[in-house]
């Protein structure tokens, strides 16, 4: 049975409980437990192939588990599916926006689909640029935009309806190390503002000393604390690899 949630993982933030997922024969996740709290950046460190994605995936109800508990803000996701989701952002992998739209048309047609007031979508398209320093490019065509400003739209995008969780998933994927860097640090920025935060990534030099750290590996919570706790005094890099490198 799943341990019982306490009052502060009830009030905001993320929590799993007991989670695990099959894909036939092979296990994604098992027994997977995890909380992140409101105004933490959580890096769920993992090499590919750990179960990252899969549990993006059961995050944000594109796959269903058959058992444990998962919490958003407070909602659960099983009983309570449109407050959970309501409640949280998305950075997805792969890229989701309409090349042949503008900046302000990708995230109206967001706002359209979440249902947000006509009236407010105007300010909160702003809001949400001005957060991420993109108000000056809000009638570029996305397709005209380079990497780093497309994956700012889309976190733009995520942030436009005010969620309390955000979620992504390995967003510097085909980055420079300059976009890497800037977007890493707008969402530690949010983190410090009080958002909860889940990162995942394969890639040691996107998490700090101070960062919540949880590594996955083969389906399992290897690790759960802070970062320079962790890792001792050992280079992260070299630590990270010796937990999860493949024996002979």
Same mark, same amino acid.
């Given at each position: 049975?799943?341990?019982?949630?306490?009052?502060?993982?009830?009030?905001?933030?993320?929590?799993?409980?007991?989670?695990?997922?099959?894909?036939g024969?092979k296990?994604?996740?098992?027994?997977?437990?995890?909380?992140v709290t409101?105004?933490?950046?959580c890096?769920? *460190? !993992?090499?590919? !192939?750990?179960?990252?994605s899969?549990? +993006?995936?059961?995050?944000?109800?594109?796959?269903?588990?058959? #058992? !444990?508990?998962?919490?958003?803000?407070g909602?659960?996701?099983?009983?309570a599916?449109r407050?959970?989701?309501?409640?949280?952002?998305v950075?997805?992998?792969?890229?989701?926006?309409?090349?042949?739209?503008?900046?302000?048309?990708n995230?109206?047609?967001?706002?359209? *689909?979440?249902?947000l007031?006509?009236?407010?979508?105007?300010?909160r398209?702003?809001?949400?640029l001005?957060?991420?320093?993109?108000?000056?490019?809000?009638?570029e065509?996305?397709?005209?935009?380079?990497?780093?400003?497309?994956?700012?739209?889309?976190?733009?995008?995520?942030?436009?309806?005010?969620?309390?969780?955000?979620?992504?998933?390995?967003?510097t994927?085909?980055?420079?190390?300059?976009?890497?860097?800037s977007?890493?640090?707008?969402?530690?920025?949010?983190?410090?503002? #009080?958002?909860?935060?889940?990162?995942?990534?394969?890639?040691?030099?996107?998490?700090?000393?101070?960062?919540?750290?949880?590594?996955?590996?083969?389906?399992?919570i290897?690790?759960d604390?802070?970062?320079?706790? +962790?890792?001792?005094?050992?280079?992260?890099?070299?630590w990270?690899?010796?937990?999860?490198?493949?024996?002979?």
């Amino acid at each position: 049975m799943p341990e019982a949630i306490s009052a502060q993982e009830a009030t905001g933030g993320l929590s799993v409980r007991d989670l695990s997922f099959r894909y036939g024969a092979k296990t994604a996740l098992d027994a997977v437990s995890l909380d992140v709290t409101p105004g933490c950046f959580c890096a769920l *460190l !993992g090499p590919n !192939g750990a179960g990252k994605s899969t549990l +993006i995936a059961l995050l944000t109800r594109l796959l269903v588990a058959p #058992g !444990g508990d998962i919490r958003i803000a407070g909602h659960d996701l099983r009983a309570a599916p449109r407050r959970a989701l309501a409640d949280l952002g998305v950075v997805f992998q792969q890229p989701t926006l309409d090349l042949n739209l503008t900046v302000r048309q990708n995230l109206a047609y967001f706002a359209a *689909l979440h249902g947000l007031p006509r009236a407010e979508t105007p300010g909160r398209i702003d809001a949400a640029l001005d957060r991420l320093g993109m108000r000056e490019r809000a009638d570029e065509k996305a397709r005209a935009l380079n990497g780093g400003h497309r994956r700012r739209m889309e976190l733009a995008r995520a942030l436009l309806h005010d969620p309390k969780v955000l979620l992504l998933d390995e967003p510097t994927v085909g980055l420079d190390a300059a976009a890497r860097q800037s977007i890493t640090d707008h969402v530690h920025d949010l983190a410090d503002q #009080g958002l909860c935060v889940l990162w995942t990534t394969h890639l040691t030099d996107e998490v700090r000393d101070t960062d919540h750290l949880l590594v996955l590996h083969q389906g399992q919570i290897l690790a759960d604390g802070i970062t320079g706790e +962790i890792r001792g005094d050992t280079p992260l890099s070299d630590w990270f690899l010796s937990k999860t490198a493949v024996q002979a």
